[in-house]
């Protein structure tokens, strides 16, 4: 009954638009687009109401935001806290991507990813996920419902689309409310394309930017038009395929704005806002927007105040629009889930279910998408609701990655110590997820190069959705040691390794991972290069092992925040097939702090072994850019090492989202313990200091760091050029 009598009361408040009505009519704009808040502050101000909106693009946000109801000053604060950066991110940030990626990215597996299919290589449809921005207009219009018409809302409004296939102008009128300000603001190549009524739609700018003709269709013969301009990008600024693409996009606006501004007669008003050298793609100045918009709506007082009435009319119809109906949650009786290509429908729906026949807990919902969403397989993830009286029909619209489910990922880079060190590869995997309903992948992954190492590994949950597995494995790899004795090198040797395992773990979501395995295999060690310094080895390996990795930083190689930390422990005895008996782990720890532009970045490294059974080809290498940066790469080889390092750097330009997060200049100090008691070698026992300074940048295919390390006690200067992983 209280359902009944809430909707009952909705139809009654609802203004109806009336045959002098006045339409308010929004146009597009990117982040040129936010102005229309300050118009609106005017005309709140000058007590203007009116009848229905009609909005494209940013214009179809602001709009959609106020017809149903939002107050002004709350749409304000939500615009100004909102966090553009990441709305508008063409990546997912690294807290919510699945441990695996994680460590892809770490060792520059992932710099270059793309899809493989029906004999072709797959590319994204779009280069923002959006989903995000998804979530953001959900939050900004309050309701998931599926509404038969928006003439229900507080005024009576439509976003304008475009159809990708015939190039229409589509006028929305149906559905949740943030899908259709998804569509009217979906630029092609930079969004998904909305698929809506079987149609697909993108921009509803490409065909009408600002839709005078439909406002005056949809409530009257007066209109107030806002335009914010989208002025072409200047020579300097196209700079890109991206940009080039845009400045088409805005000559293309420009001729259909001039259409529809020449039906503006004199019953009408056009507010043009000017911003000045502002793109429609500066998301980061839209907050400058907003006092053009009320300076420009200032200076069309005059000829808005035609539409003012008096202030108990103008009270009375404020009050009537921003009486946001709360309707009391719906118990969920069904989920239903859009048609999946690959994804299991059962892999979505096991994580819903559990909410049939509870009320709708939005909070929880969100929750549980993120975490799905956060796996990787899909472009977007949203949901809807189908009311029936106290009950509701929630209806999941999921979007798999349309170039996966298979993936080709590359990598690689190289590094220069400007002596006669250096390291240089190249990296190609294949991913293949979802091989059976229990969501198995199969990775294979191949680097060639002063290194080279061929791994393939199968990854088997045990259960649907479950965080247990197992990987088999093989890997074989092939490494080249150089051997220093007091900073001369004397001797390069080949080291192979091969090996087969099983392993037994479980993942934490996107904090980490935990697993245990035993493994079986044959180390090689012979002289490449030089003097024979240590003597060939053949032998059979076997060892039990134990890893537990947590990654929460923002970024691998310039983290800003967060903690990392990861522990190996491997028992190498003859019960396992090994000829040797000795002890290995490995820990290294890092935490990341920022204020403003300057970060610190702390770290340890712990590695070795205390048993005389080492082989030479297990000892540990050092030297290089943060692992004591004034030898050079590999100059430090001992049995154990213990390594205190930190680092400051300071970010002096951000990068594009599509190009990385930013440039830095920094410095590095780093300590370390050596032990060389099982060799015998007592060359590198003892301390070990080394200070850099350095230049970098965090790019989307890695890592670029220059720099120069001193030691003390060589009392030399060592020069450094990295870009990328090539390890």
């Not at 200070?691 to 450094?720: C, K, M």
Request: glycine share 10%.
């Amino acid at each position: 009954m209280r359902v009944f009598l809430a909707l009952v009361a909705c139809v009654f408040s609802f203004p109806v638009a009336a045959a002098d009505g006045v339409a308010l009519v929004l146009s597009g704009g990117g982040a040129r687009g936010v102005a229309h808040l300050g118009v609106l502050k005017v005309l709140e101000e000058l007590r203007v109401p009116v009848d229905c909106v009609v909005g494209t693009s940013m214009g179809a946000i602001v709009g959609a935001s106020y017809a149903s109801g939002v107050p002004l000053e709350e749409l304000e604060r939500k615009v100004r806290a909102a966090h553009w950066e990441r709305i508008f991110s063409s990546s997912t940030p690294r807290d919510d991507q699945p441990f695996r990626e994680k460590q892809d990215a770490v060792s520059g597996h992932s710099a270059i990813t793309m899809g493989y299919g029906e004999g072709r290589v797959l590319l994204p449809h779009s280069a923002i996920a959006g989903q995000d921005l998804d979530r953001f207009l959900q939050d900004l219009v309050g309701t998931p419902d599926e509404l038969d018409t928006f003439d229900t809302l507080s005024l009576p409004f439509r976003a304008m689309a475009t159809d990708l296939v015939t190039g229409e102008s589509v006028e929305l009128n149906d559905g949740p409310l943030w899908r259709a300000m998804r569509a009217s603001m979906a630029v092609p190549g930079a969004f998904l394309p909305i698929e809506h009524h079987d149609r697909l739609l993108v921009d509803g700018g490409l065909a009408m930017n600002l839709p005078v003709s439909v406002g005056r269709q949809l409530c009257g013969p007066r209109v107030i038009a806002i335009d914010v301009g989208t002025p072409p990008l200047p020579r300097e600024r196209l700079r890109s395929a991206a940009d080039i693409v845009l400045q088409s996009i805005h000559l293309a606006l420009g001729h259909n704005v001039a259409a529809q501004r020449a039906l503006l007669g004199p019953g009408d008003v056009l507010v043009d806002v000017n911003i000045g050298d502002m793109v429609s793609t500066d998301f980061d100045r839209v907050l400058e927007t907003i006092p053009a918009g009320e300076q420009a709506a200032r200076a069309a007082a005059a000829e808005l105040s035609r539409f003012s009435v008096d202030e108990a009319t103008y009270a009375k119809w404020k009050q009537q629009r921003e009486a946001r109906w709360q309707l009391p949650a719906p118990v969920i009786r069904s989920v239903k889930v859009s048609p999946l290509r690959y994804v299991p429908e059962a892999a979505l729906k096991a994580q819903l279910d559990a909410m049939v026949g509870e009320p709708l807990d939005k909070a929880a919902l969100e929750r549980k998408l993120a975490a799905l969403y956060s796996e990787g397989d899909y472009e977007r993830l949203r949901y809807s609701l189908l009311r029936d009286g106290p009950q509701a029909d929630l209806n999941i619209e999921a979007v798999e990655k349309s170039w996966g489910p298979t993936y080709l990922r590359f990598g690689g880079g190289f590094a220069s110590d400007f002596d006669g060190g250096g390291v240089v590869g190249l990296y190609g995997g294949l991913s293949r997820r979802w091989l059976n309903r229990w969501g198995a992948e199969a990775n294979v992954d191949l680097l060639l190069g002063t290194n080279n190492r061929f791994r393939a590994e199968f990854y088997q949950p045990l259960g649907l959705r479950s965080n247990w597995f197992v990987a088999p494995s093989f890997d074989y790899h092939m490494r080249s040691v150089p051997v220093y004795v007091e900073g001369l090198k004397l001797a390069e040797y080949k080291v192979r390794e091969r090996s087969i395992g099983l392993d037994v773990g479980v993942e934490l979501g996107a904090w980490g991972e935990v697993r245990a395995g035993v493994h079986r295999g044959r180390i090689r060690a012979n002289v490449l290069s030089g003097l024979p310094l240590y003597p060939a080895v053949e032998l059979d390996d076997g060892w039990i092992g134990v890893s537990a990795t947590l990654d929460r930083l923002d970024s691998p190689f310039f983290p800003r925040r967060g903690y990392a930390a990861r522990l190996d422990i491997e028992q190498h005895d003859e019960a396992y097939g090994s000829e040797l008996s000795f002890l290995f782990s490995s820990l290294t720890a890092d935490t990341a702090m920022s204020w403003g532009d300057h970060s610190v970045r702390l770290g340890l490294w712990a590695v070795g072994s205390p048993d005389s059974e080492l082989p030479t080809a297990a000892r540990s290498l050092a030297g290089g850019p943060f692992q004591l940066s004034g030898y050079r790469y590999g100059e430090i080889n001992a049995d154990q090492i213990v390594m205190l390092r930190g680092a400051y750097y300071h970010r002096v330009s951000k990068l594009p989202d599509s190009f990385g997060r930013g440039v830095y200049l920094g410095a590095s100090y780093e300590w370390a313990d050596l032990s060389d008691y099982v060799s015998g070698n007592t060359t590198e026992s003892g301390r070990a200091r080394s200070v850099s300074l350095f230049a970098g940048a965090d790019t989307v295919l890695g890592p670029l760091y220059v720099g120069a390390g001193y030691a003390p006690e060589i009392g030399q200067i060592r020069y450094y050029l990295l870009f990328g992983q090539p390890y």
